[in-house]
């Protein structure tokens, strides 16, 4: 009699990775999967993606399960990169942007289904004092830039899409002291601004109201629906969550041991109480949930699961 097999599931870390991470969740999926950018080591980028299909979707061959991470895909070699922006933009339609930082050199890659990831022209400047991106209810991408040559002070820049995926570039703002978080609010033209220092922190809206906020080493923000919500890291191993302006925070106990070296986060449409971060401590990336006031975040290792039919081979990670 024959014996029937079982497809099984193959797990291995991601592929070592430096710098700066991208999080964001994009409108493919039953849900919107979330999609993850990092650095190699030595060179180009890796991009997974976590599956946010209900619990029982069928998973194909090489896929992840519901809940859990694919394997990567290696993309845009022949650089070594310090940073990384990921975004889902309403502009292609639905195509993902990538704004990645190597040495003090911006790179911008949009990735479309039909084409995977093509390289576009990068914004015209230097990303200072830190790599920032978002973009707004009117489908502009927002970036902060100093200028391409010599010191100069950074400055937002509004990326007009009239000709998307060409951009024109032009200032929109005043100077940023500061390494800048942007925040794109989905009813707003203009981007909420974190300005991050260790000393401290300033949140202006894009009504350009202001609220002061602890300093920090590290910090991301979503915009949420009731309002933009922040985490901000000292370095070591808890997250400090505040809404602006309502006076409250929360602090979120983070796993592992080492410094917290990466930070990035996204909300999670289908569940409005939700944001999950990629935080990087130490040698290990960290999925953390948070579902808001009065609950403990999970958090987990993020690791790569894949489906495997019976026999099934082949990498997990692909170049």
């Not at 978002?134 to 100069?152: F, I, Y």
């Not at 009813?187 to 202001?210: F, S």
């Amino acid at each position: 009699m024959a014996v029937a097999s079982f497809p099984s599931l193959t797990s291995t870390p991601p592929p070592p990775s430096r710098g700066g991470v991208g999080l964001a969740q994009g409108r493919y999926g039953a849900r919107g999967n979330l999609e993850l950018v990092l650095c190699d080591e030595d060179d180009g980028l890796w991009v997974l993606w976590h599956n946010t299909d209900p619990e029982g979707t069928e998973t194909p061959e090489g896929a992840p399960p519901p809940g859990a991470w694919s394997g990567a895909l290696h993309f845009a070699a022949g650089r070594r990169y310090d940073d990384v922006r990921v975004l889902q933009s309403r502009n292609g339609p639905d195509h993902l942007e990538v704004l990645a930082r190597s040495g003090t050199t911006a790179h911008r890659l949009r990735w479309s289904p039909e084409a995977a990831f093509t390289a576009e022209a990068p914004p015209p400047g230097r990303p200072a004092p830190a790599l920032a991106l978002t973009e707004t209810a009117d489908g502009a991408l927002w970036t902060v830039l100093s200028p391409g040559t010599g010191a100069g002070t950074a400055v937002l820049h509004r990326g007009d899409p009239a000709r998307y995926p060409d951009l024109a570039w032009s200032p929109a703002g005043g100077p940023q002291p500061g390494e800048a978080v942007l925040v794109g609010a989905p009813d707003a033209v203009r981007p909420g601004v974190l300005t991050v220092t260790p000393e401290h922190t300033l949140w202006t809206a894009p009504d350009g109201a202001e609220s002061a906020l602890p300093g920090a080493v590290r910090a991301a923000a979503v915009p949420g629906p009731h309002g933009p919500l922040v985490f901000l890291s000292d370095g070591d191993g808890d997250l400090l969550a505040v809404r602006p302006g309502d006076g409250g925070h929360r602090t979120l106990r983070l796993p592992g041991t080492g410094p917290v070296t990466a930070l990035a986060a996204t909300e999670v449409r289908h569940d409005p109480r939700r944001t999950d971060l990629v935080v990087r401590r130490g040698d290990t990336l960290w999925h953390v949930t948070d579902l808001g006031p009065g609950t403990k975040p999970a958090c987990g290792v993020l690791v790569s699961t894949v489906r495997r039919d019976a026999g099934g081979t082949g990498p997990v990670h692909r170049r």
